[in-house]
């Protein structure tokens, strides 16, 4: 959205004003999810897990490889909860966010996040801690090595994305997308300096109107 389209639709909506009809100071635009899936991103880094996520105990298929049964599943389900709080954390302020905290460098998810952040500070979108939230479960969890675990999770995102360019002015935030997602998601994890940090992140499935895993 350029700045000449936000001013003339601010000028459009005080007009509206002015003229004695009532307008809200929050409009929302049913845009559905953009197709880099950048509403499935969710600032401040330190955001308490109940803020923003919620977790329910794994469940692991029986027939496990060497790796599998080597891996310490409490602590990689911990750890993921931490890095996801991160990662969610980092759409309340884009501009503000390191991605090295949750991301593996030189890995797809730090390129992907580090590109989708700049795009949001540039155009001054954001969501809100309180607005929504990301709620997960762990649906499986594998390992192909020592170093690399996967992780298959269904996500239940009822998170608000926000046009902030108008924060300072009586139009306050706009609501750019409310769209509620259900989606299942392939997460792989990387052990990097001796700890776990997000590696890559697929979408298997999302939709926007059917919840087809429980959270």
């Known amino acids: ?42 600032g401040d880094s330190h955001l308490a897990l109940d803020d923003a996520v919620s977790a329910e105990p794994t469940t692991t298929s029986p027939d496990q490889s ?39 460098p030189d890995s797809p998810e730090h390129v992907r996040l580090a590109d989708a952040l700049a795009y949001y500070s540039a155009e001054q979108l954001r969501t809100k801690p309180n607005e929504g939230r990301l709620e997960w479960r762990i649906e499986s969890i594998s390992a192909s090595s020592d170093d690399r675990v996967r992780l298959t999770t269904c996500e239940y995102d009822t998170r608000i994305f926000f046009d902030s360019s108008m924060a300072q002015t009586e139009l306050g935030d706009i609501i750019l997308d409310a769209t509620v997602w259900t989606r299942r998601v392939e997460w792989v994890l990387s052990r990097n300096d001796d700890t776990w940090r997000l590696w890559s992140r697929r979408v298997e499935r999302r939709s926007p109107a059917e919840r087809f895993c429980g959270v």
């Open 1 to 42: 959205m350029s700045r000449r389209i936000r001013l003339d639709f601010a000028s459009i909506v005080l007009a509206s004003m002015l003229g004695g009809c009532a307008a809200p100071t929050q409009l929302s635009f049913d845009v559905g999810e953009p197709t880099a899936d950048t509403a499935a991103l969710g």
């Open 66 to 104: 060497p790796a599998d049964r080597s891996l310490d599943t409490a602590a990689i389900e911990q750890r993921f909860a931490s890095l996801i709080t991160d990662w969610v954390g980092c759409f309340h302020r884009p501009s503000d966010c390191d991605v090295s905290v949750s991301t593996a």
